[in-house]
T-cell receptor
């Protein structure tokens, strides 16, 4: 699986959009981009994933660059409960194991 | 809708003791795995299974055994607990989907070896 690079930490004001970048310059054509988050050492929570098109769900939006070498997770209106470690993972379809890096520690500030 | 269920949530062991962490999923997923997470670190894969009767090693398998006799259950056995195995353990499962393979995690089992 391709490696990812994320900033160690970020701050965001409550109510503002949080934009979390991820670099995955060695991504293969069959690898998806996944985003998970982990709050207070709970089990990682799935947020969103995509292959090459931008994706949106009730939690977030995922913007993938045209060359697929980077992506951005957008939390449109961050709340204090969004404070967590966010992991960007790239993995091929089915049966592939996820490799977790250190992630980005997002702090949403009041 | 239970998802992935892990037991126990907390456990203290003495060095040399053995124990089994239980994991069950009710989503009929073929793929299951165990991760450990040490303080301030990301998750590391211990063992995984792509179906009943099939298991394989992950990144950090030493000191652990697994078996997969049913689709639903994937227990993790610590053979002779060591302080280095003090960690939080997460079980996960995934089914084959049309786009991507979203992995669902349990809530974790906190293990302390003294």
């Amino acid at each position: 699986d391709a490696k990812t690079t994320q900033p160690t930490s970020m701050d965001c004001a409550e109510g503002r959009a949080a934009n979390l970048p991820c670099n995955h310059s060695t991504i293969s054509g069959n690898e998806y981009v996944y985003w998970y988050r982990q709050i207070h050492s709970q089990g990682p929570q799935y947020i969103i994933h995509g292959l090459k098109n931008n994706e949106t769900n009730e939690m977030a939006s995922l913007i993938i660059t045209e060359d697929r070498k980077s992506s951005t997770l957008i939390l449109p209106h961050a709340t204090l409960r969004d404070t967590a470690v966010y992991y960007c993972i790239v993995s091929a379809n089915y049966g592939q194991n996820f490799v977790f890096g250190p992630g980005t520690r997002l702090s949403v500030l009041p | 809708n239970a998802g992935v269920t892990q037991t126990p949530k907390f456990q203290v062991l003495k060095t040399g003791q053995s124990m089994t962490l239980q994991c069950a999923q009710d989503m009929n997923h073929e793929y299951m795995s165990w991760y450990r997470q040490d303080p301030g670190m990301g998750l590391r894969l211990i063992h995984y299974s792509v179906g009943a009767g099939i298991t394989d090693q992950g990144e950090v398998p030493n000191g652990y055994n697994v078996s997969r006799s049913t689709t639903e259950d994937f227990p993790l056995r610590l053979l002779s607990a060591a302080p280095s195995q003090t960690s939080v353990y997460f079980c996960a499962s995934s089914g084959q989907e049309s786009s991507g393979n979203t992995i669902y995690f349990g809530e974790g089992s906190w293990l302390t070896v003294v």
